[in-house]
């Protein structure tokens, strides 16, 4: 198994851009989410998705757009590029809920993504 | 709303040391989960908390789940070089995990 990969792994855009960052995992996992993460704030999550055609919205959802077609694949859109989203971004994926509390999150390498 | 505070932010320690760092939450959580992210990767887990008083180890690392379900600490004994890194309390009680702010470990030799 591959894990979780996301692409591409650094990314420079100007202000105003749209782009998609690509996430995607192999292990069959029903729960996939997307955060992003700043110095000094740890992580904060942007949107998730609890299976296939089902998303929602994390604590900073704004600028960001998601869908999740398949269960494989779960890619990040920025609408119009704005220097605040300059930051990395990770994909994680969970293979379920139980419980109503988390397994473990397995994370991707992570996009390093500047905004000028 | 909800606050999450973790500390310290840093840590300067010797090899051979132990490293204790906490977090403390205004709100109840049903789970804690410690993560470690080295330079350039995503977090990978540590060790994961389910019951309150819980306390885990996993080789050097021991954490515990507090008994109020808002807080808990992680230990590492013995550091060695490659526990450098940033270390990530994760508490969660429903759908979202929440992190901490991050302990930057330095281990000098």
């Known amino acids: 198994n591959a894990g979780v990969t996301q692409t591409p792994k650094f990314q420079v855009l100007k202000t105003g851009q749209s782009m998609t960052l690509q996430c995607a995992q192999d292990m069959n996992h029903e729960y996939m989410s997307w955060y992003r993460q700043d110095p000094g704030m740890g992580l904060r999550l942007i949107h998730y998705?609890?299976?296939?055609?089902?998303?929602d919205q994390g604590e900073v959802p704004n600028g960001y757009n998601v869908s999740r077609s398949t269960t494989e694949d779960f890619p990040l859109r920025l609408l119009s590029a704005a220097p605040s989203q300059t930051s990395v971004y990770f994909c994680a994926s969970t293979p379920r809920i139980t419980s109503g509390s988390y397994n473990e999150q397995f994370f991707g390498p992570g996009t390093r993504l500047t905004v000028l | 709303g909800q606050q999450l505070n973790q500390s310290p932010q840093s840590m300067f320690i010797q090899e051979g040391e132990d490293v204790s760092m906490n977090c403390t939450s205004s709100s109840i959580f049903n789970t804690w989960l410690w993560y470690k992210q080295d330079p350039g990767e995503g977090p990978v887990l540590l060790i994961a908390l389910y019951k309150a008083g819980e306390l885990t180890s996993n080789g050097r690392l021991t954490a515990q789940f507090g008994i109020t379900r808002k807080d808990s600490f992680l230990n590492i004994s013995a550091s060695i070089p490659s526990d450098v890194g940033i270390y990530f309390c994760a508490p969660s009680s429903a759908r979202q995990l929440t992190f901490g702010s991050g302990t930057q470990l330095t281990v000098l030799p």
């Open positions: 998705s609890v299976g296939a055609g089902i998303t």
